[in-house]
């Protein structure tokens, strides 16, 4: 048997409690929506900065590692000046063709952006990738020899006042 509800009865008060259940859910789905894309953006946001503060950090020591390799060209030419006036013509020519060569890089990075010298390495593995392999082993047995032959770094001295009297030997 079906039977009319009047209104104000208790299903009507039932349907309306659903209502407002849906639109609360609603409303919540709406404000979890919005809070995520505030997050997303407030990410994306801090993920930019991050890339252009790694950038701006890259560019500046791409600059200091040129001005190292150009400081070295001027090196190696002058040290190919010298070996001229002496009279070793062949080993002269050698350094400088060395110095030339870093001449070149260094003028290379401070022309190019780091994307740029990132494509053009890229692209030269592609082309000639036994030589990209080649040179990346020989970049790093050089690397290698550099830092083995680097003199381990001191402690600096401490100061009088940083000693410790127990630890003095007497005279």
Known sequence: ???????????????????????EADAARSTARTTAHDIQDGVQSLAE???VRAGET?????GAVSS????IAEAVNSAAGE?????????????NAIGSGLRSI??????KSVGEM?????????????????????????LARFAVASPPSRPEPRSNSDRDP?????L
């Not at 070996?83 to 350094?95: E, V, W």
């Not at 260094?106 to 022309?111: A, F, N, V």
């Open 68 to 71: 190292l390799i150009g400081d």
């Open 1 to 23: 048997m079906n039977q009319i509800t009047p209104p104000g009865s208790s299903m009507a008060g039932q349907e309306s409690a659903a209502d407002r259940l849906k639109r």
């Open 166 to 170: 127990t630890n003095e030997v007497p």
């Open 58 to 62: 890259v560019e500046q020591q791409k």
């Open 118 to 142: 990132v494509s053009d390495v890229t692209e030269f593995a592609r082309r000639n990738p036994a030589a990209y392999i080649g040179g990346s082993l020989l970049i790093g047995m050089a």
């Open 49 to 51: 900065e991050a890339r």
């Open 106 to 111: 260094s003028q290379t990075l401070d022309k």
């Open 83 to 95: 070996l001229g006036s002496r009279d070793h013509s062949a080993a002269a020519q050698y350094a």
